[in-house]
């Protein structure tokens, strides 16, 4: 279908849920003075307005001219709008029902009224408030979700036994840190105080698991300092993640996304990072031995594939505990347990736990859960485990809800 007639739609679609929810607003605000009615009025629809012109914008113009971060806002403008209303209108819909049932017992029946005796307000009044207040909880969340939860860092400590551990490595401590999307940053200071809790934790490695970025290395200019903070003994591994390689930006020329790649690989190195491009690299100490192993993406279904283990695995047989660095935590599934059975532990991120859901002492639900089968957590099968850190950062939607930021310390103890 042609763009120009789907952007149509849909912008017609957007602005049929808005006249409909308004007739709630005219409702709730017709004995108001004549100033507040229309103040309530351009509060209503200015953000709808400008939020379809950022969308017109955004598809037909240029919006990275303003900010590479430009989309995401875009996408949260037309959730945090319209997503409240469409909760509100469910309340609305139901009124119009009751009071359709109404009219149509009139039309049948002449003598009846169609009053309801004994109520202080109609109930039209009743639902038509609950629905503003309906829609109101989910606006609520969203904005707290930006000011408090996009930075609301924290550690989540794990002991992991391994039935192959070298005694050496009893009480090993991995910092795990994912998916940090610098792009989307706007509070340079909350990410500096993040970064410092997990140094804090004085890990004896961390292991930065993929999307330093959204789409462009140029996105990480001004964080290249704060992320340079991170420290430990035993330095940091990295690997990339499925935004890394500029795949969702229309480039000028293929040229220009892999110099923007070969930038990005040189950034991890001038930050102090060992980025492992399906390669391994060995740990020891007191003479004992694991293998780190790192690749580049791989995941299953529309997400690219450039990952080769095999590579990396090659020759890693001395070492008795495997560790395997994976972005996409659908690789575990796909290749590491049917293949590559000596891989102990395999450390992912990629989910970002949707940046919504529930989490309540064992209890965890989030959209995530229903794309893919390890979304945030620790899981097991057999002597393998696989890790899924809930990400640093944000993509679309700036901010999170019940799905805190994480930074990840599993120590490593003998089974």
Do not use: C
Request: no cysteine.
């Amino acid at each position: 279908m042609n763009k120009i007639l789907v952007i149509l739609i849909f912008s017609l679609v957007l602005l049929l849920i808005d006249y409909y929810f308004f007739q709630a607003i005219l409702s709730v605000s017709k004995s108001w003075t004549g100033f507040w009615k229309n103040f309530v009025k351009v509060a209503f629809w200015a953000p709808s307005i400008l939020t379809l012109i950022a969308l017109i914008w955004w598809n037909f113009g240029d919006p990275y001219r303003i900010s590479a971060n430009f989309r995401n806002w875009v996408i949260t403008g037309i959730v945090a709008v319209y997503f409240p209303k469409l909760f509100g209108i469910v309340f609305l819909l139901i009124d119009d029902i009751q009071r359709g049932g109404r009219w149509l017992a009139q039309f049948f029946n002449k003598g009846a009224t169609g009053e309801l005796p004994g109520e202080a307000i109609t109930r039209s009044d009743f639902l038509t408030k609950t629905a503003l207040a309906a829609a109101a909880v989910p606006f609520g969340a969203f904005a707290f979700g930006i000011i408090s939860g996009a930075h609301d860092y924290r550690i989540k400590r794990i002991t992991l036994r391994l039935a192959n551990l070298p005694k050496a490595f009893d009480g090993f401590r991995i910092g795990q840190i994912s998916d940090i999307h610098s792009g989307s940053f706007y509070n340079k200071v909350a990410v500096k105080g993040g970064i410092d809790m997990l140094n804090e934790e004085k890990p004896d490695v961390i292991f930065f698991t993929g999307d330093l970025v959204n789409n462009e290395t140029s996105e990480v200019r001004e964080y290249k300092e704060v992320f340079s903070r991170l420290k430990a003994p035993f330095g940091i591994k990295s690997v990339t993640g499925n935004h890394d390689y500029g795949d969702y930006k229309s480039w000028e020329s293929q040229t220009q996304k892999m110099k923007n790649f070969e930038n990005l690989i040189q950034v991890h190195k001038e930050m102090g990072y060992d980025i492992l491009m399906n390669e391994h690299r060995i740990i020891e100490l007191n003479g004992d031995k694991i293998a780190i192993l790192g690749i580049e993406n791989w995941g299953t279904g529309r997400f690219p594939k450039y990952g080769d283990i095999s590579k990396a695995h090659e020759g890693t047989e001395e070492a008795s505990v495997k560790i395997l660095l994976s972005h996409d935590p659908s690789h575990w599934d796909a290749q590491v347990r049917p293949d590559y059975n000596d891989i102990d532990l395999m450390l992912a991120g990629h989910t970002h736990g949707f940046q919504f859901g529930v989490e309540i002492g064992g209890f965890k639900w989030s959209p995530s859960q229903y794309v893919y089968k390890q979304w945030a957590g620790l899981y097991q099968e057999g002597n393998q485990y696989l890790y899924v850190n809930r990400g640093f950062g944000f993509i679309g939607y700036p901010g999170r809800i019940g799905i805190p930021p994480e930074l990840t310390i599993l120590e490593l103890k003998q089974a």
